[in-house]
């Protein structure tokens, strides 16, 4: 028990450390777009693929199920608010931490076993300004983008299936997603995929920046990365859904 | 012991201790640094000498003892204090520590580009003529991974002196060189440092390559320095310590062996290495 609260106390210390940081990083706008281009980017591929297939397959299971109720029409509801609200931003940051977050911590955890942190702080210059903070920043905008174009495709999946294949009317799927849902639909999912960019980008620099010098260590805080980025993803997700009620 | 004597004093290691968990590194260490001199730090591999390093660094504190460098106790400093300090220092590590998503210019200018606001032109102009002194001009464009180990170290030694630091530290500077590598290496040591004026320590245990450029020389075991003086005085040095490491001998006082039990009783008392009893 006392190790987990002091593992918390030194997760919420570094998150104030890397804050402060983010203030000198933003001067050089350069490092931050270069990391939305590595850990926004460089996941399109797969985001946009999860996306599709996550939306096809609520075509499917939706149609059925609201067969049953012979509300069919209700797919387009069905599937933006459950988008929206919590598959688009919880799978987008579960497959962000797989992707992007184990690429932060071990490409800090390696530049922490090549001494290139050390060589940087005996250059006098702070590597929670240089390499973490641009990597936080990046990874934090990074994710509310990857989750809009993750819920596009996935409207995109779910009408293609719906529509195309299981007979619901094109039509009446947009108007009722139009008419149902509204701003604070958007902006929940908008707010849960920032904190979920927060929750994991910090994981990921937290378990890279403290990894132990080794192979053995860069392994371990890759894993810890995903772990954790996956349990505290969950359960913040928990803790939204209810604040937003 | 008597301290070098010529130059002021750049660096004061006044009765250090230091611990490394329950391991005690330095237990009453002393050594001085004279201004414009190579001051070679040798001893046996685990006697602390990257340690030290680290503590003039402001990289680890001592528990007891004083750490003065360039006029400035090191522990005393705050933060933005040792910034100032380590500006005026530079280092070479062991692997060179070159940051692996920047070219040869970019390592060598980032220095530069984070303490000084110098125009391009400028810039560029200064870091040309640094990788000039080490040799590898031409380089400027390849990455860190397409560099040999010798000119990995290299560029890192032209990322050192890039700020025209008054004390440079090396890290076993000559690990893993072939012999040309390491000659030039040795050979850019020495004129670096009576071309830039500057001070230099050589942490290294390659004693007759690092005592033929140094100027006095420490040698460190059992956490404190046991002999110091010109190579010339620790070559001639009567003491067994002193005579096994200079010469190399296997049989001496620094032990082989890692401290451990009968040998005959260890392949016989039928434990495996997990400490299990084998059947």
């Not at chain 1, 299971?61 to 609200?85: H, N």
Request: proline letters at 4%; one cysteine or more; charged letters at 15%.
């Amino acid at each position: 028990m006392t190790a987990a609260l002091r593992h918390i106390g030194a997760v919420a210390i570094f998150l104030v450390r890397v804050l402060a940081a983010c203030l000198p990083a933003l001067r050089r706008p350069g490092l931050i777009v270069r990391q939305i281009y590595n850990s926004g980017a460089r996941s399109l591929i797969i985001i946009m693929l999860c996306g599709l297939v996550v939306g096809m397959i609520m075509g499917l299971a939706f149609s059925d199920m609201l067969a049953r109720f012979g509300s069919e029409s209700a797919l387009g509801i069905a599937a933006g608010l459950a988008l929206l609200k919590e598959l688009g931003p919880v799978l987008t940051a579960l497959l962000f931490a797989g992707r992007a977050g184990t690429s932060l911590a071990s490409e800090i955890g390696l530049m922490r076993a090549t001494d290139q942190l050390t060589a940087m702080q005996v250059m006098a210059v702070d590597p929670l300004r240089y390499v973490v903070a641009p990597r936080f920043l990046g990874g934090v905008l990074a994710m509310p983008l990857l989750a809009c174009i993750f819920n596009i495709l996935g409207l995109f999946g779910a009408q293609l299936i719906g529509v195309s294949m299981m007979g619901v009317d094109g039509g009446t799927f947009w108007s009722q997603m139009q008419n149902q849902i509204d701003v604070g639909d958007v902006n929940e999912g908008l707010v849960k995929s920032l904190v979920f960019g927060v929750v994991c980008t910090l994981m990921a620099v937290f378990h890279g920046y403290h990894a132990e010098p080794t192979a053995e260590g860069v392994g371990l805080a890759t894993t810890r990365t995903v772990i954790s980025s996956s349990v505290l993803v969950l359960l913040f997700d928990y803790m939204l859904t209810a604040a937003f009620l | 012991m008597v301290a070098p004597a010529d130059g002021s004093a750049v660096v004061e290691v006044r009765g250090v201790r230091y611990s490394a968990g329950p391991r005690l590194i330095f237990d009453g260490l002393d050594v001085t640094v004279r201004q414009g001199s190579i001051t070679a730090v040798m001893g046996p591999s685990g006697t602390g000498k990257t340690t030290l390093l680290r503590l003039l660094t402001g990289q680890a504190f001592a528990s007891a003892g004083s750490v003065r460098v360039l006029g400035q106790d090191v522990a005393a400093l705050r933060s933005s204090a040792l910034f100032g300090l380590r500006r005026r220092m530079g280092m070479l590590f062991q692997n060179g520590a070159l940051l692996t998503d920047l070219n040869v210019f970019e390592n060598v200018a980032f220095p530069v580009r984070e303490h000084a606001r110098l125009p391009e032109p400028v810039l560029r102009r200064l870091v040309l003529m640094k990788l000039e002194a080490v040799g590898l001009r031409g380089a400027e464009k390849l990455m860190p991974q397409e560099l040999s180990g010798g000119m990995a170290r290299r560029v890192a030694l032209a990322r050192a002196i890039v700020m025209d630091p008054e004390l440079l530290v090396y890290d076993e500077p000559f690990v893993g060189l072939d012999p040309v590598s390491m000659g030039v290496v040795l050979r850019l040591i020495r004129h670096l440092n009576d071309a830039l004026g500057i001070t230099s320590i050589v942490v290294s245990h390659d004693v007759a390559e690092v005592g033929s450029i140094a100027d006095y020389s420490y040698l460190l075991a059992g956490g404190r320095a046991v002999a110091h003086g010109t190579t010339a005085e620790l070559n001639a040095s009567a003491d067994p310590m002193v005579r096994q490491f200079m010469q190399g001998h296997s049989d001496g006082p620094v032990p082989f062996h890692y401290p451990a039990g009968s040998y005959v009783d260890s392949l016989l008392d039928g434990t495996d290495l997990s400490g299990k009893v084998a059947r």
